[in-house]
């Protein structure tokens, strides 16, 4: 049997996995990060914030340019980071780029009362990207609303959407307890008290309401919330990796505030040498046919020991 969680023994998470893994991670340089580049893992490393956000901007404009009526195509998007969306508004206007045969996927959302909280929620991740990026763009560029699709209470529609149009990037952040979008480790109940899932049993998972892991919700309230943990919810509604699996690439970016040092090698490292464990969601994207790794040099870090 594994060991317990380091962070809290109710859960699996990446500390329960074995410590040659981890600390093979902690001992990567940045120059050793870009070498794990590999056949359907790319690395790119950014000097700049400036050329960080606008290569992750590029992206969205890239998939709505593909996008015609015959096949209308568009890309998925993370809360985290957001800086890339004021710079897509300002790409479309400036571009004066139509999104009539655009798409847009949210990848995830708080779970509150019953239902995914609405437009209004200062934490809102919709509400963030309308905010940020689609309410900047000039009324006669705008997509269609029907092609923005969020995550609800009720998810079958979002799943079904990927097969209506072909999401080109699933773009994402990684979180502290090592997801993409809220894919999170599980909890140690049930079938899964002794074992975690196996990699096909998560991997068969879509959109849903999902519970967040401890660390999740210390993270949010971290990055987002003022660090009053008290406000943030502890269920969340996520994209799983069925619908991920059905994005042609998947590009996360690391500006290095969201994961530590440590957690931005961690992925790295086990996506390069194909080790898919579900107690480390990201780790599961070793099996995707193309994915990218985009680093922002200043946040890279070490694991060096250092007293403060």
């Not at 794990?36 to 790319?42: H, I, Q, W």
């Not at 994005?247 to 690391?254: G, M, N, P, R, Y």
């Not at 194909?274 to 193309?290: F, G, K």
Request: hydrophobic share 40%; proline share 6%.
């Amino acid at each position: 049997m594994r060991r317990f969680s380091k962070i809290s023994a109710d859960w699996w998470d990446y500390t329960t996995i074995d410590d040659e893994i981890l600390d093979a991670a902690a001992k990567l340089s940045a120059t050793d990060l870009v070498n794990l580049s590999r056949k359907g893992f790319a690395i790119k490393i950014y000097d700049t914030l400036q050329e960080f956000f606008a290569a992750e901007a590029l992206e969205y404009i890239w998939c709505w340019k593909q996008a015609t009526a015959k096949r209308p195509a568009g890309i998925c998007g993370p809360i985290g980071p957001t800086e890339q969306l004021p710079i897509v508004a300002q790409m479309v206007n400036a571009l004066g780029l139509s999104l009539k045969h655009c798409h847009f996927w949210g990848m995830d959302e708080w779970y509150e009362n019953g239902k995914a909280v609405g437009t209004g929620h200062p934490l809102g991740f919709a509400n963030a990207d309308l905010t940020f990026c689609f309410d900047r763009i000039d009324k006669k560029l705008r997509m269609p609303k029907e092609n923005l699709h969020f995550p609800s209470e009720k998810p079958e529609k979002y799943t079904d959407s990927y097969d209506q149009a072909k999401c080109l990037i699933m773009q994402g952040g990684q979180g502290e307890i090592k997801h993409w979008a809220f894919n999170e480790p599980l909890r140690r109940i049930g079938k899964y008290a002794e074992k975690p899932p196996t990699k096909e049993e998560y991997l068969a998972l879509k959109t849903r309401i999902v519970e967040l892991h401890p660390m999740t919700i210390i993270q949010n309230a971290r990055t987002s919330g003022g660090g009053i943990v008290s406000n943030i919810p502890s269920k969340a509604i996520s994209v799983g990796p069925y619908e991920t699996w059905k994005c042609e690439k998947v590009s996360i970016w690391h500006p290095g505030w969201h994961d530590n040092a440590f957690g931005i090698r961690l992925s790295a490292f086990m996506i390069s040498n194909r080790i898919a464990d579900p107690c480390v969601p990201i780790s599961l994207l070793a099996d995707h046919p193309s994915v990218q790794f985009n680093y922002y040099r200043g946040g890279i870090g070490t694991c060096d020991v250092e007293m403060h």
